[in-house]
């Protein structure tokens, strides 16, 4: 069975803008992924992540962009036409954030 708590453990006891809690939520997404596990689950998970660290870190931050990118790579192998369209949006305003605070050689 997959472990579920992992990722909300990790998050809850070391705080969602821990590395090691970014670490565990992307390898939970990479294992419902590999697992074929619906991604339902790991979507919801990803938002609230995000919206923890847009919330503590800001917009902009690199760990928040990380997160970001994680939840628009399950919208995109989800198969939903909408959910896709909803993935390209949100990574298109990831890089031009990075780009933005970073440049675009970062």
């Given at each position: 069975?997959?472990?579920?708590?992992?990722?909300?453990?990790?998050?809850?006891?070391?705080?969602?803008?821990?590395?090691?809690s970014?670490?565990?939520?992307?390898?939970?997404?990479?294992l419902?992924?590999?697992?074929?596990?619906?991604?339902?689950?790991?979507?919801?998970?990803?938002?609230?992540?995000?919206?923890?660290?847009?919330?503590?870190?800001?917009?902009?931050?690199?760990?928040?962009?990380?997160?970001?990118?994680?939840?628009?790579?399950?919208?995109?192998?989800?198969?939903?036409?909408?959910?896709?369209?909803?993935?390209?949006?949100?990574?298109?305003?990831?890089?031009?954030?990075?780009?933005?605070?970073?440049?675009?050689?970062?």
């Open positions: 069975p997959v472990d579920r708590a992992g990722p909300h453990l990790c998050a809850a006891v070391l705080g969602p803008t821990m590395p090691s970014e670490w565990s939520l992307s390898n939970f997404r990479q419902m992924e590999a697992t074929k596990r619906t991604s339902d689950e790991s979507e919801a998970t990803l938002r609230k992540f995000v919206a923890s660290k847009k919330e503590t870190l800001g917009e902009v931050h690199p760990s928040t962009l990380f997160s970001l990118n994680n939840l628009a790579r399950v919208l995109q192998v989800s198969g939903n036409p909408a959910k896709i369209q909803e993935a390209e949006g949100l990574l298109r305003w990831g890089l031009k954030s990075s780009e933005a605070s970073f440049g675009s050689h970062h």
